[in-house]
């Protein structure tokens, strides 16, 4: 979601959002979204998706995975769902919990 490019009054989805993590103590200021380029491979020692879709663009843009470095979040759970995004789904906690998962797992992962 490129937050930049869209003008808050003009958006029911992101108010809700926006609230929802302000309501957790999540803060997006100063957090800009930008596309992944070539060069975010050699830059980066792990690129993680949400979706099979963010995933299957990440290959297309970098040209494959030859170093093991892209994963899908929920991978590090053990499990091959999506992360929903709840832009579309109006379902924040769902995502919530799927991203609390996912983050949770990949730190046990990197702290053995």
Not at 39 to 51: S, V
Not at 68 to 86: C, E, H, M, T, V
Not at 99 to 112: D, H, N, P, R, Y
Request: with cysteine; glycine share 6%; hydrophobic share 35%.
């Amino acid at each position: 979601m490129l937050i930049s490019h869209i003008r808050y009054q003009e958006c029911d989805r992101l108010h809700a959002i926006l609230n929802e993590l302000t309501r957790m103590g999540i803060s997006c200021r100063e957090k800009r979204a930008r596309r992944m380029e070539k060069a975010d491979y050699a830059a980066f020692d792990l690129i993680i998706g949400m979706e099979q879709r963010n995933v299957t663009n990440m290959l297309r843009i970098t040209g494959g995975d030859p170093d093991n470095k892209i994963y899908k979040l929920l991978s590090f759970a053990d499990s091959g769902r999506d992360i929903a995004d709840p832009w579309y789904t109006g379902n924040f906690d769902e995502t919530y919990e799927d991203i609390l998962e996912g983050c949770t797992a990949f730190l046990k992962k990197v702290q053995k």
